[in-house]
């Protein structure tokens, strides 16, 4: 058993005295990771509630529920932004990948406490599938995002499918890790092409930049 918050704790105080320091962009890319943080750990809350008021079992909330309240924790303070502060695109980009990287740092120390860092080589997988996947999901809802404000008609749509689209990518890939061989190998590869084929999508919003 690991006490999280006290792990939230020791990672946030430098964080947040850091803030004292810092100015613009790095100011704000450090309040996202904190985010992004906090949201990991509400995550974990709602998920184990569920887990244990369903009784699904570790694996099945880890493959049905955790991706659903995970992305959805991811969203909110993105929603809050974009609604609020109607902030530019690049000031989007940066809050998602500071949340999404806040969310995957948090989630694999957490990890690496609960089951142990004998197998460094395993670590280094874990943590880079893991930490590109968290981005790859929550860079989906900036691009929805980006999407609904360039074409309004399809505004809700857009956030609706975007959101959608996360959840069902994190399942997946809860999915082919949770089983070891090649559909493992498959799941831990599948965030790295995506964020390709994301910075492509990107490349071609900005218009080729």
Known sequence: MIYSENVL???????????????????????????????????AYVSGFVDAASGLGAEDTAIFISPVVEEGMKFLPLLFYYLMFDPEDDQLIRAAVGIGAGFASFENICSMIATGTESLSFLLIRGLAV???????????????????????????????????????????????????????????????????????????????
């Open 9 to 43: 704790v020791c990672m946030a105080v430098p964080l947040l005295l850091a803030l004292f320091f810092l100015r613009d962009r790095a100011r704000q890319f450090v309040l996202n990771f904190l985010l992004g943080m906090a949201a990991c750990l509400l995550g």
């Open 131 to 209: 930490g590109v996947m968290h981005i790859v999901s929550v860079f989906a809802m900036i691009l929805g995002l980006i999407i609904a404000r360039r074409f309004k008609a399809l505004r809700l749509s857009s956030m609706v499918d975007a959101l959608s689209l996360s959840m069902l990518f994190h399942g997946v890939y809860n999915l082919l890790v949770s089983q070891p061989g090649v559909t493992s190998v498959i799941g831990f590869c599948m965030p790295v092409v995506t964020a390709g084929f994301l910075y492509l999508a990107l490349r071609r919003l900005r218009g080729g930049e």
